[in-house]
């Protein structure tokens, strides 16, 4: 395959490298890239360039000093428990955890004789008493899905290493842009990059970061073995969205907390979710942790449940309905039908999940917008 020659000149923007497969000239040249002495690519399951430039920027955001880009998120978090546990080990994880982690905790991992135990990561009491039996790691997320319950990640990371088990932390709603567990002791931080990172609704990537060497080498080969890698195509578009993740965040992150005063402020909700809203659990914590704001995701109950959300939803189809987040444009998802439709209603209920709760997944319209359409939902929603 011939290239046309570039001369001193360079892309300006990072080229896609839509190969499955590196050439080389020669058995020595491949003994030198394979021997890690000399730069290169072979099989794009081990490594291609789009994913390790974007896996190195991520891991700079992160403050990590190695990165992976996986196929989605879920692959990530894959990854992070292969990499550190074995048939017969035991798991902590939180019991505000996404619902594939969920699943792949209780369901995936048991048939490979790996224990998952779950507690209430805002309980450090109850995290306590969970660790006096061997445990190998603990999962949990910065900020949970969908009532955005935010931890004391630092107190929570020193009571794991106190009792020797890691601490892997789902970081997708805060993103580095808000918080960087790595900073506050965690060993694995992992995003879906599918969310408010790519931000553009059209890529799915997962990403796993940390310090330790030893780890980091350890997932080279698990990424590749298990097929976790990620595709070039997906790792390019995520790069682009990359340089605007500031901007993106921190917008949507002050429509959020202005959307918030104004639905406590306007009566039309029976209550909002927002850490940095006073009557938010977490509200001294999330002050604390999170200096830069409390990210982009709110949650709102109707008080006419269900039918206020049909409603709700018909009278305004320019919010679309969408079982992802961190799009450009506002959009919402119900818990109690999706994310959550398998668990008990008791379950749901003891979670605060009820039929009217809507989740709001912010986007970076005007301000003004965004109250004009909620008005409008609300006030038809109310009245329905
Ligand atoms: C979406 C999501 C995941 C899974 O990521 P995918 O890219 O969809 O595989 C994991 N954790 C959280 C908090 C998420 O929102």
Redesign the pocket.
């Known amino acids: 395959m011939a290239f046309p020659p570039l001369g001193p000149t360079r892309p300006h923007t990072t080229p896609l490298f839509q190969s499955a497969v590196y050439d080389v000239p020669d058995l020595d040249a491949l003994d030198r890239v394979m021997n890690g002495e000399e730069p290169g690519f072979f099989y794009a399951r081990d490594a291609h360039p789009n994913a390790r430039n974007l896996a190195s920027q991520l891991a700079l955001l992160e403050k990590g000093t190695w990165g992976f880009v996986t196929a989605?998120?879920?692959?990530?978090?894959s990854a992070s428990l292969l990499a550190y546990v074995s048939g017969g080990d035991r798991i902590l994880a939180s019991n505000r955890?996404?619902g594939?982690?969920n699943r792949l905790m209780k369901t995936e991992l048991a048939r490979f004789g790996v224990t998952a135990s779950f507690v209430d990561c805002n309980d450090l009491i109850s995290l306590e008493v969970a660790l006096q039996t061997p445990t190998k790691a603990l999962i949990v997320?910065t900020i949970s899905?969908p009532l955005l319950r935010v931890v004391d990640l630092p107190a929570l990371i020193e009571v794991c290493h106190r009792h020797g088990a890691k601490v892997i932390v789902?970081n997708?709603?805060a993103t580095p842009v808000l918080c960087r567990p790595l900073e506050m002791g965690a060993d694995m931080v992992?995003e879906?990059?599918?969310?408010i990172i790519s931000g553009h609704g059209d890529v799915?990537?997962?990403l796993l970061a940390g310090n330790d060497a030893a780890t980091g080498e350890s997932l080279v080969q698990l990424i590749s073995t298990w097929g976790f890698s990620a595709n070039p195509f997906d790792c390019w578009m995520c790069e682009r969205g990359l340089g605007s993740l500031p901007l993106r965040m921190n917008a949507s992150t002050q429509n959020a907390k202005e959307l918030a005063e104004w639905f406590d402020a306007s009566g039309l909700v029976k209550q909002v979710h927002y850490p940095n809203r006073p009557s938010h659990p977490d509200f001294a914590l999330a002050g604390r942790l999170f200096p830069n704001g409390a990210g982009h995701m709110l949650c709102i109950e109707l008080g006419g449940g269900r039918e206020a959300v049909n409603c709700f939803m018909r009278a305004v189809p320019e919010i679309t309905f969408s079982p992802?987040?961190g799009d450009l444009h506002t959009t919402i998802s119900h818990p109690d039908t999706t994310s959550h439709r398998y668990d008990s209603t008791e379950e749901k209920l003891a979670q605060g999940i009820t039929p009217g709760l809507i989740r709001v997944s912010v986007g970076i319209e005007p301000q003004e917008h965004l109250r004009n359409l909620f008005e409008k939902g609300l006030r038809l929603a109310g009245s329905c």
Not at 192 to 195: A, D, E, P, Q, R
């Open positions: 989605s998120g879920m692959a990530a978090i955890l996404y594939r982690t997320e899905n789902d997708t709603f992992m879906s990059l599918t969310k799915t990537l997962g992802s987040l």
